[in-house]
């Protein structure tokens, strides 16, 4: 029954997430998620997100669609600062770091939104709602060992539904 079922029954593996570098630039992120959210046949299908690691191949982050656009807004606003009037030359110094933005710079540390793996899907559905996130990274003990997604969570209750039905 599905009801009792755990997060790690329902995750997607982190082997199978798209995988980043916490310094990997926007650019490369936007590439490699419309890499994974391609379909063959044209269809959209895949992942919204991407796991971030450090250099010491620890998972620090989950970078998403919603980052990635924040991402483009800083990259945005630093075109328009440099194109625009060239006063805009006065403030390059303070937004030169932003003119390569980082995954690092715009991915949901791991520790902001995550649940155990031995979790009830009702408990990753409420940090889900609380943290207004779509996916979350899925722990045990210290090492990320997939993501739970709402997409899982919605095909749950679809099948709750119809066995009610």
């Known amino acids: 029954m599905p ?11 982190a082997e199978e997430f798209p995988v980043l570098h916490e310094d990997a630039d926007a650019l ?3 590439k490699l998620l419309r890499d994974y959210f391609r379909g063959k046949d044209g269809t959209w299908i895949g992942f919204e997100s991407a796991l971030v690691y450090n250099r010491q191949k620890k ?18 606003l630093l075109d328009d600062l440099l194109k625009g009037d060239p006063a805009g030359l006065f403030f390059l110094p303070a937004c030169w770091k932003q003119q390569f933005v980082t995954v690092k710079e715009v991915m949901r540390p791991v ?18 709602l609380k943290k207004k996130v779509n996916s979350i990274p899925v722990m045990a003990g210290d090492n990320l060992c997939g993501v739970v997604r709402t997409i899982d969570l919605f095909w749950l209750i679809g099948e709750i539904l119809e066995d009610m039905a």
């Not at 009801?3 to 593996?13: F, G, K, N, S």
């Not at 998403?64 to 924040?70: Q, Y």
Request: proline letters at 2%.
């Open 59 to 76: 998972a620090v982050g989950i970078l998403t669609v919603r980052g990635l656009l924040r991402a483009l807004h800083f990259q945005a």
């Open 28 to 30: 490369s992120a936007f």
């Open 3 to 13: 009801l009792r079922l755990r997060v790690r029954e329902i995750m997607v593996p």
């Open 111 to 128: 520790e902001v939104a995550c649940v155990n793996e031995n979790a009830a899907l009702w408990e990753a559905a409420l940090v889900m």
